[in-house]
């Protein structure tokens, strides 16, 4: 009897051990799904979705050049061997056409106008007296007064004088022209550009001495890659930027015919608005508006990079997305332009980051708008405390 009790309290608990494990085996096998399937359905990941779309994206030509002048006037003396007295204008001094721009000493052909106009008016004078002369000859010959000899010798006096008033008129002319291009004018109205005249220089015909450009107009020469040359078209407007005078507008005037077999690229000439800080010689950008072009476009946020690649998450109709690879072609903060996905599949915007292909998602509904905030009601009136 001793020895039967000393053993039933141990087998009485593990008895008790085994039917514990029993019951908690039979709880298990009974709802072993359950939380596999609740897993499986925590495991998708909630994110947004948008569709690709098609819009007219403006097309831009981004070329660089150097500024140059519209067209370059130069400005010589026409007559040569005289001091210039006075200088007018410099470097930098817009003028009109017909301006004097310099001044050279005109002394001498002053006092040679004068002396041939005193010779001008000797030979009205002379021609006037043989005129008269040849009349009167003519007269005394019908009447049988003079010989056919003195009637020749009063012709040719009449022709002799008129050829030396002819001469004299000559010359009084051609000293007034010298005399006025002793005042070198303005040829045309625009912008000096460089001065290479001073004061007490002896100028010689055809010197030249200054420099302008036409009416102050600059424009771009802006180098075009040949690809995107037939893009170009004479009325596209474009952006000029540059790092030393800033930004100002332009627009094409004209696209050259031909393309530099070395560095195949042709030209663009963009006259630049009247006003900018450009100079002849300064180099700058041009942003070329060049039309629009149909693209595909996505929102910016939708496009990540896989093993150095450009890519999209496309939705597929069982909720699983696969990775499409893309080609960026331009991009803002909110749409970037790309090939590789059609207009109308759906992409994975927010949460895109975390997926990998065949991953199956949720996709948030779009957020309603908020409802305008309702007033206040006004707060009740307390009663007044009993007492």
Known sequence: MATSRRFSAPLTGALAAALCASLTLAACGGH??????????????????????????????????????????????ETGGLTATTVYVDEGS????????????????????RQQQAAVQTAEANAARDDAALARAQELKERG??????LDTALANQ???????AAARASLSETQTRLSQATIRAPVSGLIISRS??????????????RMVR????????????????????????????????????????????VNPQTRLGL?????????ALKPGMFARAAIEAGARPATVVPTDAVLYRSNKSGVF????????????????????????????????????????????????????????????AASPAPAAQAPAKK
């Open 215 to 258: 009416d102050g107009r600059l424009e771009l020469d802006a180098q075009v890659p040949e690809t995107e040359l037939p893009l170009i078209q004479a009325g596209q407007s474009a952006a000029i930027t540059s790092s030393q005078a800033g930004s100002t507008t332009g627009t094409v005037r004209i696209v050259t015919p031909e």
């Open 94 to 113: 817009y003028v009109r056409q017909g301006q004097p721009l310099v001044q050279m000493n005109d002394v001498l052909l002053r006092a040679q106008v």
């Open 159 to 165: 022709r002799a004088s008129t050829a030396n008033l």
């Open 32 to 77: 072993g799904e359950a939380p596999k399937e609740k897993e499986a359905g925590a495991s998708r990941q909630t994110v947004s979705a948008a569709t690709a779309t098609t819009v007219a994206l403006p097309r831009t030509v981004v070329a660089s050049g150097t500024v140059t002048a519209w067209e370059e006037v130069p400005v010589g003396a």
């Open 314 to 373: 496309v939705l597929n109709a069982d909720s699983s997305v696969r990775f499409a690879p893309v080609t960026v072609l331009s991009r803002n903060d909110d749409q970037t332009s790309v090939e590789g996905v059609e207009a109308g599949v759906r992409v994975v915007v927010a949460g895109a980051g975390f997926l990998n292909d065949g991953d199956k998602v949720t996709v948030a509904a779009p957020k309603a708008p908020a409802p305008a905030a």
């Open 197 to 210: 005249v001073t004061k007490g220089q002896i100028i010689d015909a055809g010197t030249e001495l200054f």
């Open 268 to 276: 663009a000439r963009i006259s630049l608005s009247p006003g900018s």
């Open 145 to 150: 007064f003079l010989s056919q000899a003195a």
